[in-house]
């Protein structure tokens, strides 16, 4: 179940991927103020086209890429 979950998260658009992480770290009562307003900045970075968020092949890619 948690596959399919995550699968349909992934078909969402970026900015309601971000809405959908930050209305679950809301839900957390763990996890601190800090990640609630970093994911804030990040959304709205993307809303605000400063950044364009990675597919998920090309963020491996990167990750790989600094490792080597």
Do not use: N, Q, T, Y
């Not at 992480?21 to 800090?34: F, K, R, V, W, Y």
């Not at 709205?44 to 364009?52: K, L, Q, Y």
Request: aromatic content about 2%; glycine content about 6%.
């Amino acid at each position: 179940m948690m596959d399919e979950i995550r699968e349909k998260a992934l078909d969402l658009p970026e900015e309601d991927r971000l809405d959908l992480l930050a209305g679950s770290i809301h839900e957390d009562p763990g996890l601190s103020d800090a990640w609630l307003g970093e994911i804030r900045r990040r959304r709205e970075r993307v809303a605000s086209g400063e950044v364009e968020p990675l597919d998920e092949d090309e963020m491996f890619a990167r990750v790989e890429a600094r490792r080597r």
